[in-house]
């Protein structure tokens, strides 16, 4: 799913009239913001590049505002946010329980955390590698070697396996972004999960993100010895809508009825689009 998408089930899922947003680690553009008639929308990331690619050259609103920020440290006052959203971005902030805490600090009482992001680290391409091959990009999404080996293979074992198929010069632009990459937080599933129940949400939404992919029973064994405290191998990522406090019925009507709703349509849309001729973003 793209930008577009994410923001339509946002909009579907909760009330955006008058309130104020945060987004965390990007910068969706003021044009698809408006429909939403947010009384402010706050967009921060640790990379300007992403502003420049997201904006590009559109009019910036007095409503809305993009600051170079980290998560882990963000200056603003205690309950400044109706909503914190975030999208594909939790697996890249290297000190998550730093940033939930944060995050939780922000939120207004009654206000709500949305988000959704996949690949983790346990995940079956949780490595998340994105690497250069001159000017064409090398991504996890390209089965680069087989689902789960970055978490039982070494370096060297990653490196022989890998000699085969690329060039000496990429086998190693995989291994680093693999073991050393600074992109990737190598959080597993069990460590979310016991970070956010710390902080008593209420929650609406709490949904694993599965996998279809199944490891063989040899390497679950491996699996399961080398990382005895990962939950499920299969979990790409969660979908989270947890409100800091009580819940009113209606917002956890709305989203169940709409939001998730959209959820399916949109995910039905985004596997057509490459036959309708449009290329999937996300």
């Known amino acids: 799913m793209n930008q577009q998408d994410y923001f339509s089930i946002l909009k579907a899922s909760l009330p955006l009239r008058g309130k104020h947003v945060l987004e965390i680690g990007g910068a969706a553009p003021p044009s698809l913001i408006a429909s939403g008639r947010v009384g402010s929308w706050t967009a921060i990331d640790i990379s300007p590049q992403r502003f420049t690619e997201s904006h590009g050259k559109e009019e910036i609103p007095h409503w809305y505002n993009a600051l170079l920020m980290d998560a882990t440290s963000m200056t603003f006052p205690n309950a ?12 890249h902030i290297l000190d998550i329980p730093s940033a939930l805490r944060d995050i939780y600090r922000v939120l207004k009482p009654g206000g709500v955390l949305y988000s959704i992001f996949a690949p983790i680290w346990s995940a079956p391409d949780g490595h998340h590698t994105w690497v250069w091959d001159g000017d064409t990009p090398v991504t996890f999404s390209q089965d680069l070697f087989q689902d789960w080996l970055h978490l039982v293979f070494s370096e060297e074992e990653l490196r022989k396996h890998l000699n085969s198929k690329y060039k000496p010069q990429l086998v190693e632009s995989i291994v680093n972004s693999v073991y050393r990459g600074t ?19 209420t929650p609406i939404v709490n949904l694993r993100i599965r996998s279809r992919k199944k490891p063989t029973a040899d390497l679950l064994k491996r699996l399961r010895t080398q990382y005895p405290r990962v939950r499920d191998f299969r979990t790409e990522g969660y979908f989270w809508v947890l409100v800091k406090g009580r819940c009113r019925l209606r917002t956890r009507f709305r989203v169940y009825c709409l939001g998730l709703s959209e959820v399916a349509w949109r995910k039905a ?3 057509i689009r490459p036959e309708l001729g449009s290329e999937p973003e996300g």
Do not use: L, P
């Open 80 to 91: 400044s946010f109706d909503i914190v959203y975030s999208t594909n971005c939790f697996e």
């Open 183 to 201: 992109g990737i937080n190598r959080v597993i599933d069990a460590d979310y999960e016991q970070e956010i129940e710390k902080y008593g949400y």
């Open 269 to 271: 849309v985004s596997r």
